[in-house]
């Protein structure tokens, strides 16, 4: 089993930066892959960037390309999103979760965290 708790959330304006955190406890975190999602009202849930288990190659959702980096630190089982030039519809739910690899089946989740942009 693998828990994850995500931080840093917050409210923001438009073009504002926010560092989004989650920390990893139970199995070694380093044999996972991990990921961050976002889910807005009424929408469902989306991919909005990965790293593999040694941070060395990553991946991430057209809509961010650019305005957000994701990265981790296993000495210290986190995993980072930093998100800048933050738009209103950047709003939502964010969840990072955890996998065998990133293209496998994630299936450890956080409870997430709320990220509001206002304009």
């Known amino acids: 089993q693998v828990q994850l708790v995500e931080s840093g959330g917050g409210l923001v304006q438009a073009g504002g930066s926010l560092r989004l955190s989650c920390a990893a406890s139970?199995?070694?975190?380093?044999?996972?892959?991990m990921g961050w999602f976002r889910q807005a009202p009424g929408k469902e849930r989306e991919f909005v960037a990965s790293i593999t288990w040694n941070g060395r190659s990553t991946n991430y959702a057209d809509s961010v390309k650019g305005r957000f980096t994701i990265s981790r630190d296993n000495a210290k089982n986190t995993v980072f999103l930093q998100m800048n030039s933050l738009k209103p519809e950047d709003t939502a739910v964010y969840y990072c979760?955890?996998?065998?690899?990133?293209?496998?089946?994630?299936?450890?989740w956080g409870q997430g965290t709320q990220v509001t942009v206002s304009s």
């Open positions: 139970g199995r070694t975190f380093s044999d996972y892959a």
């Open positions: 979760a955890a996998a065998p690899t990133t293209f496998s089946k994630y299936n450890y």
